[in-house]
């Protein structure tokens, strides 16, 4: 075959402050060809081609139609034994395994798979290694940490790349006509023919690619931020030096850093005049780029309350003139006392890591974690082996999977007898079963990839004790050294849990134990296990008759919705009934758990009714050692807990013991854990707000990974929190049980002006391919503040022109209330692209304790008249970490998936009432 061509990555040079790591890239020229793979699945294998288009980021095969995965949309690659889970589910030789490539992605708003093998092993590992490098620019861009010249460099790419039709390095006005479209751009075609004319200066009729670079900033220009840096100017003598910067930084950002370190940003972005030159431009060569994702979705238009910002009729000259002569380190000074920040100077750092919307977002390990484990809110999973329906989902791996990898460090595993060992579903219903073996060989691969704290795995043990003997055997195998089977350094008995970091790299099981002694080891009498489970509460008969009328009609309504699979969810619908109607009768006083016949001990009690105990496993009881499962006696002074006791409490139970006062609870948590889970009746998967458990200290609050809602959201938006470890130190007031400070109640306004929407995202069709219609949207943008139901009344000011109202009270589609307050913008009609809305919202709230951590606010940008599609994009983040001043958010898909180039320019503002 040859050495296949290589194609030179984008040299540094052409993108200013891009990193020199970027430049290295190189994109086989085979690749964009294409090369033949296997395509696999559970039932065939079959031929297609595989390709790469490096500037729109985008891998493409054919099937029975023409596919499209976007780079940026892709959640995890998986090569060799990675993928060896599904080899073996597939029953294919062990010779294809270093050939094999698993792409994970996200299209429809649904996890996606292909498996392809590469027909030799120097294809596989170029597929592989670019891949990867690919992915990784955009993770980083996403991140916060890509610079913004790398994010346009890589959006001039893609879009020139889908505009340039013919492939001849040329757009006419038809493409740019076609581009403005894709775009959302909704102007007339007489401002677009000027546009063209302003940016063709060697008037050839057509646009090359520096030609498309000067027309995109024509396009991009953005009238707010022109506004926004006038007025600083005008306030601070027409100038922006460094002392303008340093009064801005300290006045509307809220900047808490020195002066020292204010010069060091400022140096960055700013400019001598004298010294400022054009841009130089991106060689127009394709097969030269570093490879661009789309990551577009729906799209807006302009407004009813503010006019249509039309096109400029001529670009400012800041607008092409974006890039500082390089100074030497010595230069500083000069920079300093006779630097200015022009406009695209001050544009560039808005947008930068240096004006990161978050404080402690980027990457890094924020907080103390030498702190006892306790003092942690920990990202927590429920029924974590399920990727669907409570009753009828399916049962996998990738469950535990998809949550290791976003951080997620309690997993659970609810566990019974299968005819080849211990397998894992949901009791009690028509769910898919998987081996223990299988579950833990996952988690043991992907515990510490995201981070490296300790991985609590909460076991519902419902089996045999030969059973219980293999799952014992099956974790010490697979887990070895990580697994804590006895107290760590040799520590003496336990009076204090240990640190993430006493525990790092460690994997801990939590199962219930009703008899735990004084001394180490168990005395010589029957150890029993609880058989109450997350997996078997189902509330009261009088709830379950509630909740599940509430879920059959939200099935009713799918049905509705989604007639092309009307005979699935029928039989989704027959069978939920089924089922809980077994779950209904289970929920009546006199049932007994069901048990396996070799586990049925007969209990010597009197009393009939008395539940039926089950053996545990002395081997299993070894596993148990911070983290020891025991019943809920009470949360009072008589009764006492060893610093190891955890137990676990179901939704109702808690929302019972937040009526009758949190203090106490609050106390037990400061040194033990409480693990909270979903009620039983959420057949849907649907999850409560976590933040009202939080509020009590609870550290194991766990969720439906699976399902995407509210609840979700403000979990996700909490443990992005200190490098996505998995661990929030919690707010002072409940690490240190002070009664003075929880019983401080402040007052205050959240002030949010949306100002404008950069390059709000298009909806894809099933192949992955953005749907393009003649329908330009009215985008809006609803925000919401998610305050927990303190114990106090909630704060509305008299004076407050807007009507607030709490949420709806708990049901089970819907989440636990707490208190949420509502505004929307005006529309914006006819742009997607730009929209400018520049109004002003503010928000009455309360906070106890100083815990502004755990008080959240959400953004979503809709459509008018189109509510029920969803909405466009959606942002979440904790009050804790969101920085004050003009800042720019990242959007998000209704999974969380960022967008690569779609933002929400705000300032945020907090003051007291």
């Known amino acids: 075959m040859g050495e296949p061509q290589i194609a030179p990555g984008l040299a540094t040079e052409a993108v200013p402050g891009q990193k020199a790591a970027m430049s290295d890239i190189t994109v086989p020229a085979i690749l964009q060809h294409g090369t033949p793979m296997t395509k696999v699945s559970v039932s065939r294998q079959k031929p297609v081609t595989l390709r790469l288009d490096a500037d729109q980021g985008q891998i493409l095969y ?243 309350s503010t006019p249509a910002p039309s096109l400029p009729a001529s670009a400012p000259s800041a607008i092409v003139s974006t890039a500082p002569t390089p100074l030497a380190a010595d230069s500083t000074a000069t920079l300093v006392s006779d630097g200015v920040l022009t406009l695209d100077g001050f544009t560039s750092f808005l947008s930068s890591p240096d004006n990161s919307a978050f404080t402690d977002q980027n990457g890094k390990i924020w907080h103390d974690m030498t702190r006892p484990i306790s003092e942690y809110f920990i990202s927590s999973s429920h029924n974590t082996y399920l990727v669907g329906h409570q009753l009828v989902g399916v049962s996998t791996v990738e469950g535990y999977i998809r949550a290791l990898l976003h951080g997620c460090r309690s997993v659970e595993l609810d566990i019974y007898d299968g005819e080849n060992g211990p397998v894992v579903y949901h009791g009690k219903t028509l769910t898919s079963k998987v081996p223990v073996r299988d579950i833990c060989q996952a988690i043991s691969r992907y515990a510490f990839v995201a981070s490296p704290y300790p991985v609590i795995i909460s076991a519902e043990v419902h089996c045999s004790l030969p059973q219980q003997e293999m799952m014992t055997d099956i974790m010490k195998e697979v887990f070895g050294d990580a697994l804590v089977s006895a107290p760590i350094d ?80 029928k039989s989704d619908l027959r069978k939920a009934k089924e089922a809980m109607s077994r779950v209904a009768k289970s929920s009546r006083p006199s049932s007994v758990a069901p048990t396996t016949p070799r586990a049925v001990t007969p209990t010597p009690a009197k009393d009939p009714k008395a539940k039926t105990k089950t053996k545990m496993s002395l081997s299993l009881v070894s596993l148990l050692v911070y983290t020891v499962g025991v019943k809920c006696r009470g949360i009072n002074k008589k009764e006492e807990y060893a610093p190891e006791h955890v137990f676990s409490l179901s939704e109702n139970t808690m929302n019972k013991i937040l009526k009758q006062g949190m203090m106490d609870l609050i106390k037990h948590n400061r040194s033990h854990l409480v693990r909270i889970y979903p009620k039983g009746t959420r057949l849907n998967s649907t999850n409560y707000e976590p933040h009202r458990y939080w509020s009590a200290g609870a550290q194991l609050v766990a969720l439906n990974w699976q399902t995407f809602d509210l609840g979700y959201m403000i979990n996700h938006a909490m443990f992005q929190r200190n490098g996505r470890s998995g661990y929030v130190l919690k707010p002072k007031a409940l690490r240190e049980y002070n009664k003075e400070m929880l019983g401080k109640r402040t007052k205050h306004f959240l002030d949010v002006t949306i100002i404008s929407a950069q390059q709000l995202p298009r909806p894809k069709d099933a192949s992955g391919r953005e749907i393009i219609d003649k329908n330009i949207i009215d985008p809006y943008v609803e925000v919401s503040v998610h305050i927990p139901d303190w114990t106090h009344s909630p704060f509305l000011p008299d004076a407050s022109v807007k009507a607030y109202s709490p949420a709806s009270g708990p049901s089970a589609i819907n989440a636990t209330s707490a208190r949420t307050i509502t505004y929307k913008t005006g529309v914006v009609k006819n742009n997607g692209f730009n929209p400018v809305w520049e109004d002003m919202l503010s928000f009455p709230f309360d906070c106890v304790g100083d815990m502004k951590d755990l008080v959240f606010v959400s953004f979503a940008v809709k459509q008018e008249d189109k509510e029920h599609d969803g909405p466009l994009a959606v942002y979440c983040a904790s009050l804790g970490s969101l920085n004050q001043g003009f800042r720019h958010l990242p959007l998000h898909d209704a999974q969380l998936s960022q967008y690569l180039f779609s933002t929400l320019f705000v300032e945020i503002g907090i003051r007291d009432a």
């Open 62 to 304: 054919d099937t029975k139609k023409h596919r499209i995965i976007p780079i940026e949309s892709i959640k995890e690659l998986r090569s060799g034994s990675e993928s060896r889970y599904y080899r073996e589910q597939f029953q294919l030789t062990q010779e294809l395994e270093e050939r094999w490539l698993t792409i994970i992605y996200i299209c429809e708003g649904r996890y996606k798979t292909v498996h392809v093998v590469a027909p030799t092993k120097d294809i596989f590992r170029m597929w592989d290694n670019t891949l990867r490098k690919l992915y990784a620019i955009r993770q980083e861009i996403m991140s916060g940490l890509g610079s913004p010249e790398m994010r346009e460099a890589l959006w001039e790419r893609q879009y020139w790349k889908g505009s340039d039709e013919e492939n001849d390095q040329r757009l006419e006005f038809e493409n740019v006509e076609k581009l403005c479209k894709r775009l959302n751009v909704n102007s007339s075609r007489e401002d677009l023919e000027r546009l063209f004319k302003q940016s063709d200066v060697n008037k050839q009729g057509y646009l090359n690619f520096e030609d498309f670079q000067r027309f995109v900033r024509l396009l991009k220009f953005r009238p707010e931020l022109d506004r926004l840096y006038k007025c600083i100017c005008s306030l601070n003598g027409g100038t922006f030096n460094f002392a303008t910067f340093d009064h801005f930084m300290r006045t509307s950002q809220k900047s808490t850093l020195s002066e020292a370190e204010h010069q060091k940003i400022f140096v960055r972005y700013a400019t001598v005049p004298e010294r400022d030159r054009p841009l130089p431009p991106i060689p127009p060569t394709v097969e030269t780029s570093i490879p661009v994702a789309v990551a577009v979705n729906p799209v807006p238009s302009q407004s009813t």
């Open 490 to 569: 040799g520590r003496p008995k336990i009076t204090q849990l240990p640190s993430p970091e006493d525990l790092r790299g460690r994997i801990l099981v939590k199962a219930k134990n009703l008899y735990v002694t004084e001394h180490e080891g168990v005395q010589e009498k029957d150890v029993t296990l609880d058989t109450e489970s997350s997996s078997t509460d189902v509330s009261s008969s009088e709830d379950v008759i509630t909740d599940v009328r509430s879920e059959i009609q939200e099935l009713k309504a799918d049905l509705k919705d989604l007639r092309p699979n009307f005979r699935g969810l």
